[in-house]
């Protein structure tokens, strides 16, 4: 079955690591029927190159969306995933505009993501419905060939259950937005990502939404690069005066979503006392500790759920055939909580 893919890339005021997005997503080896660029209100010279890019012509047709104002990186993919999801787009590829996948990166996703269908197909309990992965994601590496410390994703309980040398398939039950292929029918069903969340988190609760309904995979062959300066990850201990903001996001988001669940009040209200204590033993400045320790309280009364999009027509699927809501583990498979 051959399916469209629609990339989208967001972008904001860093117009050099761009520029080698685009080189590197215009010559992917599987075809891309359009490039969709979500411009968050950049202010550098990324609004005329994007311009420029499109009234020239490149090797797939290109798409700008140009926000009115600077809704972060979560706004950015919302508005992304609607409009690809509203184009016709099979496949909508995710990225930041600092990732630069490898010539093949997409050409593996698209083909993993066709061997699952069948694998998982043949494993339905139902066959008369067809079953696919709701999103696959490439293995994300650092500059040096490492692994990006900000973008593992989170193993199943039996990620192995598809695995085998030729294809490295692993299951998973969320990733981030550094090149996730998600399959556009699972829209219908979960919605699009939340853009009130700003930054941070964003990805992880979009991921795990649809992961509570359909099989999700990393891809190991499918390799692209994070061109951060710096290979960390998310650490309260990092927090200062200058990427305060980050952390405020982030934690108050990832409460929202703990306290979300059944006996999720406790959880998150641990998951705050851990980040300040962390904090408190790395000597974070008192007034920092402060802000964290608020922006998490915040998370309680942040009702996120309310605020999960739906397209206008929703439909069990886009054509004839039948999705089924599968899980990545098998019914009375064991899974960690």
């Given at each position: 079955m051959e399916r469209s893919v629609i990339a989208v890339?967001?972008?904001?005021?860093?117009?050099?690591?761009?520029?080698?997005?685009?080189?590197?997503?215009?010559?992917?080896?599987?075809?891309?029927?359009?490039?969709i660029f979500v411009d968050n209100k950049s202010t550098d010279e990324t609004p005329i190159y994007l311009r420029e890019l499109a009234q020239r012509g490149a090797t797939y047709p290109i798409r700008v969306v140009s926000m009115e104002r600077n809704e972060g990186g979560a706004g950015g993919f919302a508005s992304g995933v609607q409009e690809a999801y509203e184009r016709g787009a099979d496949l909508i590829w995710l990225m930041d505009d600092d990732c630069i996948p490898d010539p093949d990166a997409l050409e593996k996703l698209v083909h993993a993501f066709e061997v699952l269908t069948e694998k998982l197909t043949a494993a339905s309990a139902t066959p008369a419905e067809l079953t696919e992965p709701g999103f696959v994601c490439s293995n994300v590496r650092w500059r040096n060939g490492e692994v990006c410390e900000m973008n593992i994703p989170n193993p199943t309980g039996d990620w192995?259950?598809?695995?085998?040398?030729?294809?490295?398939?692993?299951?998973?039950?969320?990733?981030?937005?550094?090149?996730?292929?998600?399959?556009?029918?699972?829209?219908?069903?979960?919605?699009?990502?939340?853009?009130?969340?700003?930054?941070?988190?964003?990805?992880?609760e979009f991921s795990r939404r649809i992961a509570e309904r359909y099989a999700g995979f990393a891809i190991l062959d499918s390799l692209v690069v994070h061109d951060m300066p710096h290979n960390r990850?998310?650490?309260?201990?990092?927090?200062?005066?200058?990427?305060?903001?980050?952390?405020?996001?982030?934690?108050?988001?990832?409460?929202?979503?703990?306290?979300?669940?059944?006996?999720?009040?406790?959880?998150?209200?641990?998951?705050?006392?851990?980040?300040?204590?962390?904090?408190?033993?790395?000597?974070?400045?008192?007034?920092?500790?402060?802000?964290?320790?608020?922006?998490?309280?915040?998370?309680?009364?942040?009702?996120?759920?309310?605020?999960?999009?739906?397209?206008?027509?929703?439909?069990?699927?886009?054509?004839?055939?039948?999705?089924?809501?599968?899980?990545?583990?098998?019914?009375?498979?064991?899974?960690d909580v």
């Open positions: 890339i967001v972008t904001y005021n860093r117009i050099h690591s761009l520029k080698k997005t685009v080189q590197a997503v215009l010559k992917q080896s599987f075809p891309i029927r359009e490039v192995s259950r598809y695995y085998v040398p030729e294809n490295p398939y692993v299951g998973v039950d969320q990733c981030s937005f550094v090149s996730m292929l998600v399959n556009a029918r699972v829209i219908d069903a979960v919605g699009y990502p939340v853009r009130e969340f700003f930054i941070w988190f964003d990805d992880v990850g998310v650490h309260f201990s990092d927090v200062s005066t200058e990427n305060v903001w980050k952390y405020r996001y982030g934690i108050r988001n990832e409460v929202a979503y703990l306290a979300s669940s059944p006996l999720g009040m406790l959880r998150a209200a641990r998951f705050i006392a851990a980040q300040v204590s962390h904090m408190s033993a790395n000597k974070v400045p008192l007034s920092l500790r402060a802000q964290i320790l608020f922006a998490g309280l915040s998370g309680f009364t942040f009702r996120y759920r309310a605020k999960i999009r739906y397209p206008a027509v929703r439909c069990q699927l886009r054509n004839s055939s039948t999705i089924k809501s599968i899980s990545p583990h098998p019914e009375g498979a064991e899974t």
